[in-house]
Nanobody
Framework: QEQLVESGGGLVQAGGSLRLSCAAS????????MGWFRQAPGKGREFVAV????????AYADSVKGRFTISRDNAKNTVYLQMNKLKPENTAVYYC????????????????WGQGTQVTVSS
C-alpha cells in the first residue's frame, strides 16, 4: 500500500532553517514526481515545490524561490525540502505528495498524500 510519511517539522525562529523529509512507500519511486504543499491556519492548501522523477527538474512557488530547495534521493525513496530564511508567514502544515508519471503543480493531479508535518516559525 502506498504511503508517504513526512518528518522534520518543528518550531524555529524567524531566519532559521529546517529540513523536511518524506519517505515514500511506492513502487518505482523514480517514476513519481514529488511535491510539497502547505496549509496555513484558516487558508487553503498551496503549492510549494515539485521535483521530477529522475531528471532533476524543479519548480517553486514565487514566495519560496531562493530560500527553499527541493531534492530527492531515489535510492532511499525520499524527498527533501530544505527551508532557509524562514518567516513567520511560512507557518503551516507541510504535506508531501506523489504523482505517477509527468510533473505538475496542481494539487488535484497528485495521487498520494502524506499526513503532514507542522512547521511553526516564531517572530
Amino acid at each position: 500500500q502506498e504511503q508517504l510519511v513526512e518528518s522534520g517539522g518543528g518550531l524555529v525562529q524567524a531566519g532559521g532553517s529546517l529540513r523536511l523529509s518524506c519517505a515514500a512507500s511506492v513502487r518505482t519511486f523514480s517514476r513519481y514526481a514529488m511535491g510539497w504543499f502547505r496549509q496555513a491556519p484558516g487558508k487553503g492548501r498551496e503549492f510549494v515545490a515539485v521535483i521530477s522523477g529522475s531528471d532533476g527538474f524543479t519548480a517553486y512557488a514565487d514566495s519560496v524561490k531562493g530560500r527553499f530547495t527541493i531534492s530527492r534521493d531515489n535510492a532511499k525513496n525520499t524527498v527533501y525540502l530544505q527551508m532557509n530564511k524562514l518567516k513567520p508567514e511560512n507557518t503551516a502544515v507541510y504535506y508531501c505528495a506523489a504523482k505517477r508519471v509527468g510533473i505538475t503543480v496542481r494539487e488535484n493531479d497528485f495521487n498520494y498524500w502524506g499526513q503532514g508535518t507542522q512547521v511553526t516559525v516564531s517572530s
